[in-house]
């Protein structure tokens, strides 16, 4: 059995000739085009970072498959070296995409508690004292009411 060099071991890992290998050139994907609400930076940013961590992930998770299928056939300790160096960085990056999502969260969050914090200080009303009582207690000014137009119908 002969030995294959790394480079033959990649080639057949990724089904790829050698010469593709040396003199491919690096392809350059747009991005998908996400319909965005309008200056909404947050949400810009966070669709952005999400998408990248998502890509990298993937890109991740294919590279080791790569790595562990070369490693198993050259059993070279460097291999399985750096498919274990692979999984810790898609490890840590899932647990930033998540670490993401909490932040997010958090921030939305504050959003919420900045806006609902109106206090009134100093109010002032313009009216008579019986006016007041009467909007604050509506029970009160009914029962009065019917009070007067009882008074006005005995009389």
Excluded: C, F, W
């Excluded at 965005?36 to 966070?46: E, R």
């Excluded at 806006?115 to 007041?132: E, K, M, P, R």
């Amino acid at each position: 059995m002969t030995k294959k060099s790394i480079s033959d071991k990649i080639s057949d890992a990724l089904d790829i000739s050698k010469e593709e290998i040396v003199e491919s050139d690096i392809e350059i994907k747009k991005p998908k085009e996400i319909q965005v609400l309008p200056d909404d930076d947050l949400t810009k940013d966070y669709i952005t970072v999400r998408r990248n961590l998502k890509d990298l992930i993937k890109t991740g998770s294919g590279a080791i498959d790569g790595i562990l299928n070369v490693a198993s056939e050259g059993e070279h300790p460097r291999a399985y070296e750096v498919a274990a160096q692979l999984i810790k960085v898609v490890t840590e990056t899932n647990k930033e995409l998540m670490d993401l999502h909490k932040k997010v969260k958090d921030i939305e969050k504050d959003d919420v508690k900045l806006t609902q914090n109106n206090t009134t200080n100093n109010a002032i009303y313009v009216g008579s004292t019986n006016d007041l009582q009467s909007l604050i207690n509506q029970d009160r000014s009914k029962s009065k009411k019917k009070l007067n137009n009882e008074d006005i119908i005995d009389q």
